[in-house]
């Protein structure tokens, strides 16, 4: 047994999320990319693809790691915290590592955003 096996990929993780990004650029040009549909599936890609390429546990402690760095600095800059982005992202980060697509997860309605709702389910946090 070796530890170093189940270390984090963290700079894997942040490679994937900087490729995520152009690949949700370039599906949606016409989005936000702030919690509307193209947000909540870019969460959901970036998961998927981190557990297919670097580990579900990487993906586990990124997913959650983002979202408290939010926090952080939303905090350090004195700002409202955004709960509700929080808790919109984790949940869409979970649904991608449940092991279907990004694509299919949007289709099927089960991605979550805040405004304008996606497939009637946003304004949920």
Request: hydrophobic share 30%.
């Given at each position: 047994w070796d530890a170093r096996t189940?270390?984090?990929d963290l700079g894997g993780a942040r490679r994937l999320a900087g490729q995520v990004l152009i690949e949700?650029?370039?599906?949606?040009?016409?989005?936000?990319?702030?919690n509307d549909?193209?947000?909540?599936w870019r969460h959901a890609r970036w998961n998927e693809r981190m557990v297919n390429e670097v580990g579900w546990g990487t993906a586990v402690i990124a997913g959650y790691g983002h979202e408290l760095e939010n926090l952080y600095d939303q905090l350090r800059k004195g700002e409202r915290l955004r709960w509700d982005e929080m808790w919109m992202d984790l949940?869409?980060?979970?649904?991608?590592?449940s092991g279907r697509s990004a694509w299919d997860l949007l289709n099927e309605g089960r991605l979550r955003t805040i405004n304008p709702p996606c497939k009637g389910k946003g304004g949920l946090y």
């Open positions: 189940y270390l984090p949700t650029q370039q599906n949606f040009p016409d989005f936000t990319l702030q549909a193209a947000d909540a949940h869409n980060n979970r649904e991608g590592r």
